[in-house]
């Protein structure tokens, strides 16, 4: 099968009360550890490609992987961009054999992120074969590639404005604003409150109210989660215990993100979740064999911990398992 957009895929995941799983890659074993998870779970999956990885892997070899991948699975995988900062890079993307591709104007006023949105979308489905395009209304706190919105500067998205957004741009599905944010520390310690057991941080609630409007206004219409790592504490744990210094990193808890993706959430986006498993894989076989220097051993531990936790993902958040 030949690298899919993703249309079909949100029509079932839809129906079907699941999400698709939209991971960032960067590496070889990072396509190679999310590919073969999808694959032992028999799953659809997003491979997703941001600024940032284009500046450090080029390109070209980020196409080749994710089409080795394609070759070696015969999965249905969308080859999606992260994160559009302009038309033009979703142009470069999409000419280049990108299946799907994000512009980001969020940070753009209302009417010039419509009309940006809706110059991508004319280009993407004028193509042969058809290019899906997502849009972002409302900002989510972290850093997107050179994006920077600090904590308490974000913005939840407003129901009022999705139904004309979405009509006027024509875009294919829609990420909101809901109280995720990137990157492993998604809230300041004031905003959770502190388990007195584990001393872990416990984060306030999604949004829920704003997700359930908004799919009243835009029904059977495929809403996608950006910023959506749970910083699983097992794999802080492991890098604090092995030389990290990661204190108080938290994510949005994983049964929030399962009831979204029963509800209108068709996309959700994963990628902090990806690089704290791979450097507790590699932190730990470091300081297990210090006198290790071949970087197959050490890098395979981190690619053997992101797939067990991308399995992890498909079956008990996103239930995207066994639906191809
Ligand atoms: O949305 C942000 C993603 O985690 C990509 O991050 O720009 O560091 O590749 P990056
Ligand atoms: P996380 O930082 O929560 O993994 O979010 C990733 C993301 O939204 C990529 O677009
Ligand atoms: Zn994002």
Do not use: W
């Not at 512009?103 to 979308?121: C, G, L, M, Q």
């Amino acid at each position: 099968m030949p690298l899919v957009n993703s249309k079909e895929l949100f029509e079932k995941a839809y129906k079907e009360g699941y999400a698709i799983g939209a991971f960032n890659c960067n590496n070889m074993e990072i396509v190679q550890a999310i590919t073969e998870a999808a694959k032992e779970c028999n799953s659809p999956v997003i491979l997703q490609v941001s600024a940032g990885a284009r500046k450090y892997a080029k390109p070209v070899y980020l196409r080749k992987m994710v089409e080795a991948a394609v070759e070696d699975t015969g999965l249905p995988i969308v080859l999606h961009l992260d994160h559009g900062a302009d038309f033009e890079i979703c142009k470069d993307c999409i000419d280049g054999g990108f299946t799907s591709v994000m512009i980001d104007a969020s940070s753009k006023p209302f009417e010039e992120n419509i009309e940006i949105t809706r110059k991508v979308v004319e280009y993407a489905h004028a193509h042969k074969p058809y290019v899906t395009v997502e849009a972002e209304l409302g900002t989510l706190a972290g850093i997107e590639d050179d994006v920077k919105v600090e904590l308490g500067a974000e913005s939840y998205t407003n129901p009022d404005q999705v139904e004309e957004f979405v009509k006027r741009t024509g875009v294919d599905s829609l990420a909101i604003a809901i109280g995720t944010s990137h990157g492993a520390y998604k809230f300041r310690p004031e905003q959770c409150t502190r388990d007195p057991k584990t001393g872990i941080l416990l984060p306030p609630p999604l949004r829920f109210d704003i997700l359930e409007e908004v799919s009243k206004r835009l029904p059977g219409f495929p809403i996608v989660l950006h910023g959506s790592s749970s910083v699983n504490q097992e794999y802080v744990k492991i890098i604090n215990d092995h030389g990290g210094a990661l204190k108080d990193a938290v994510g949005v808890p994983e049964e929030q993100l399962r009831h979204a993706a029963r509800l209108a959430v068709c996309k959700i986006n994963i990628d902090s979740d990806l690089r704290l498993a791979m450097t507790a894989g590699i932190r730990e076989h470091m300081e297990a064999h210090p006198d290790h220097f071949d970087p197959r051993q050490y890098i395979g531990d981190g690619r053997a911990y992101v797939k067990q936790l991308v399995k992890h993902k498909i079956v008990d958040v996103l239930g995207s398992n066994d639906k191809i």
